[in-house]
C-alpha cells in the first residue's frame, strides 16, 4: 500500500500526464482491469483499452486539468482530487472551450495503481470559456 503523500502522487501523475498527452505514460497509472465511471451515472469504462480510447479522446479535444486540491483516506486506498477541466466542446469546435468543475475519486490496488475513478461533475458544473481562458494555462 501507498502512504498518503504516495497516493497524491500519482493523481498528480495522471494530470502532467493528461496535460502532455502523453497516452502511454498515462495509461501507466492504471490497473489492467481499470474501471472509469465518468461522470457517475454514465455506464463505466471497464479495462485499459477501453480507458485508452475515452482519454485519447479527451486528449484529442485539447484536455487541460488544473488540480485545485487533493485529499487521501485513512483507508490507505482512496484519494479525492478537485479539478477543473478544460476540453474542446465537441458540438462546436471552433468555438468556446468547455470548464468542467469536477471531483474524482480513486481506488487503488496494493500495487499502487489506479484500479477505480469515479468522476462526480453533472450539467450545473460545466460552463462555457474563450479558447484563451487565464485558467486554462494553469497548473502542471
Not at 10 to 22: F, K, M, S
Not at 56 to 81: F, L, N
Request: net charge negative; proline share 5%.
Amino acid at each position: 500500500m501507498l502512504d498518503e503523500l504516495e497516493r497524491k502522487a500519482v493523481a498528480l501523475e495522471y494530470v502532467r500526464c493528461i496535460n502532455a498527452g502523453d497516452i502511454d505514460r498515462l495509461l501507466k497509472v492504471f490497473a489492467d482491469d481499470i474501471r472509469f465511471e465518468d461522470p457517475v451515472g454514465s455506464p463505466p469504462i471497464q479495462g485499459k483499452a477501453a480507458v485508452r480510447r475515452h482519454l485519447t479522446d479527451a486528449i484529442k479535444g485539447h484536455v487541460h486539468e488544473v488540480p485545485d486540491g487533493i485529499s487521501a483516506s485513512h483507508d490507505g486506498r482512496h484519494i479525492a482530487i478537485t479539478v477543473k477541466i478544460h476540453v474542446d466542446n465537441p458540438e462546436d469546435p471552433n468555438g468556446k472551450r468547455l470548464k468542467i468543475s469536477a471531483v474524482s475519486v480513486c481506488r487503488l490496488n496494493s500495487s499502487g495503481l489506479i484500479e477505480d475513478v469515479k468522476a462526480f461533475w453533472g450539467r450545473t458544473d460545466v460552463s462555457f470559456v474563450d479558447r484563451a481562458a487565464p485558467e486554462s494555462a494553469e497548473g502542471t
